[in-house]
């Protein structure tokens, strides 16, 4: 495409009603993944260096685009031009769904937040310009055929550990840690909500509209957000628009006629579209109600500390964290003991407004720290979403500054564990260093947060 930026403008000004300043506006918001997307070091440049020296590989290599090494049956074009696809998609369509479906301020609003400067809705872009890069490092079934299972999570491990593509993110595109770390996780939940298809095999609805009515399906979006609740509104949105761009655009996607259908070589795939739109619709509606209620919650939820002592100890003794999060953080019992046997330790309970106890934090200085650190702070499963360990670190984080008369404190933290780093993203804390840590190969990631 000679032009990128020119057509972009021009298929804005053919399907919105927009007056000249606005399409100016799409389109330089646009620019930068626009320039990923184009650029002849942005996105095929990259997604060609991964691209395995197995021989079945050949023509993938010399024709990375061609939709014969994509999947056919799924996807009507190459991963590059599906890419142009689902990038045009959000920039261009997706506001008319969501305006049909009555939540496109509450998108437009949660898309204009900010991340080091720039708002969600440029670093969103790129990751859907980067979202299938895992797919270039393609895999071989046993039969020979190629492997894109597990590509989402191989495309957040690029976009995380290629030096090359961070300094290109870094010195082409001007981004920061922060932003090209939302990008790598947005780009490894973009098929998140797809889960909901395997639930739905196993249903007595199948994969059709009454699922997306059906509690199964309520179930099974609740535990998505509750698992993802910092990227649930990206996960919605890249789940709808990586599913219109598999196929050429659809005259109305939420109804696909027999005679469509019947005359298209993607029978299977445009007759999922309809359910997609429905679920996608359902479920950003759920995430959308929670996300409220959580803001309304959040603003008069508060903890404070209290010692531990005879009478909450059976209390402290009792809180669990989740199975997922069991890998990352030592048992009750043994926060407890490493807390009462390092000097310069200081050690507590959570409290909720109604004084039951919720969680556990425990701080301190090791002799000759740089500064002081938060050992622990962790929240029993029952009580997790709820609002207690955004409040207990900002809690934890003013006592401390206070207490110590620093300038700075540090954690340390699993950086392969999305909810966890938005946390301490939106806390202030900035990645250092990977660390090693015995309980997971990948390290732990050091952290710091200096007063401002």
């Given at each position: 495409?000679e032009?990128p930026?020119q ?6 000004k053919?399907?919105q009603s927009v007056e000249?300043?606005?399409?100016e506006k799409?389109t330089?918001?646009?620019?930068l993944s ?7 070091n942005?996105l ?13 590989n050949?023509n ?5 685009d ?9 996807h009507e074009?190459?991963?590059?031009t599906?890419t ?21 301020e509450e998108?437009s609003a ?24 895992g797919?270039f490092?393609?895999?071989f ?7 894109y ?36 996780i947005v780009?490894?939940l ?8 395997k ?11 009454s699922?997306?009515k ?6 099974t979006?609740?535990?998505i957000i509750?698992e993802?609740p ?5 996960i919605g949105?890249?789940?709808l628009?990586?599913t219109?761009g598999k196929?050429?655009?659809i005259?109305n ?12 070589k993607?029978?299977?795939s445009?007759?999922?579209?309809p359910?997609t ?7 950003l ?13 959040n603003?008069e939820?508060n ?8 009478s909450?100890i059976?209390?402290v003794l009792?809180i ?9 953080v030592?048992?009750?019992h ?10 310069g ?13 919720v969680?556990f934090?425990?701080?301190?200085v090791?002799?000759?720290?740089r500064c002081p650190?938060i050992?622990?702070?962790m ?6 979403g709820?609002?207690?360990?955004k ?6 984080i003013k006592?401390?500054?206070e207490?110590y008369d ?5 954690l340390?933290y699993?950086h392969?564990?999305p909810p966890?780093?938005?946390l301490y993203?939106k806390?202030?804390f900035v990645?250092?260093e ?5 309980k997971?190969p990948?390290?732990?990631m050091?952290?710091?947060l200096?007063?401002?």
């Amino acid at each position: 495409m000679e032009n990128p930026s020119q057509d972009i403008s021009m298929e804005i000004k053919q399907t919105q009603s927009v007056e000249e300043d606005q399409i100016e506006k799409h389109t330089r918001e646009s620019k930068l993944s626009i320039d990923a997307l184009y650029e002849e070091n942005g996105l095929k440049y990259f997604g060609k260096k991964h691209i395995s020296d197995d021989p079945r590989n050949t023509n993938f290599r010399n024709n990375p685009d061609s939709p014969l090494e994509h999947y056919p049956k799924w996807h009507e074009f190459g991963i590059i031009t599906h890419t142009e696809e689902v990038l045009s998609q959000f920039i261009i369509h997706l506001n008319s769904h969501l305006e049909k479906w009555g939540i496109k301020e509450e998108v437009s609003a949660y898309f204009d937040e900010l991340i080091d400067g720039k708002d969600k809705k440029q670093l969103f872009k790129l990751a859907m310009v980067f979202h299938d890069i895992g797919k270039f490092a393609r895999t071989f079934k046993e039969d020979g055929s190629p492997e894109y299972e597990g590509h989402e999570a191989k495309s957040e491990e690029i976009l995380r550990t290629d030096e090359e593509l961070q300094n290109y993110f870094k010195e082409n595109l001007g981004l920061s840690d922060n932003q090209i770390e939302y990008i790598a996780i947005v780009a490894g939940l973009h098929f998140e909500l797809g889960k909901v298809r395997k639930i739905a095999k196993e249903s007595p609805e199948k994969y059709t509209l009454s699922f997306s009515k059906s509690e199964k399906f309520k179930e099974t979006s609740a535990q998505i957000i509750k698992e993802n609740p910092e990227f649930a509104v990206e996960i919605g949105i890249a789940f709808l628009v990586d599913t219109l761009g598999k196929t050429s655009s659809i005259p109305n996607p939420e109804e696909i006629s027999e005679d469509f259908l019947q005359d298209s070589k993607m029978k299977d795939s445009l007759a999922q579209v309809p359910v997609t739109m429905a679920v996608s619709r359902e479920y950003l509606m759920q995430a959308l109600a929670l996300k409220t209620k959580k803001e309304m919650i959040n603003e008069e939820i508060n903890v404070f500390f209290s010692e531990i002592n005879d009478s909450n100890i059976d209390e402290v003794l009792k809180i669990e964290v989740s199975e997922e999060q069991k890998q990352d953080v030592p048992d009750i019992h043994s926060s407890l003991e490493s807390a009462r046997k390092y000097a310069g330790t200081s050690y507590f309970a959570i409290n909720n407004n109604e004084g039951k106890v919720v969680g556990f934090l425990s701080y301190g200085v090791y002799e000759g720290a740089r500064c002081p650190k938060i050992f622990r702070l962790m929240i029993d499963k029952n009580h997790q979403g709820k609002g207690y360990g955004k409040s207990a670190l900002n809690s934890a984080i003013k006592r401390i500054f206070e207490e110590y008369d620093t300038d700075e404190i540090e954690l340390c933290y699993n950086h392969l564990n999305p909810p966890l780093k938005a946390l301490y993203s939106k806390a202030g804390f900035v990645d250092i260093e990977i660390q090693p840590c015995d309980k997971r190969p990948t390290g732990k990631m050091l952290a710091r947060l200096t007063r401002k």
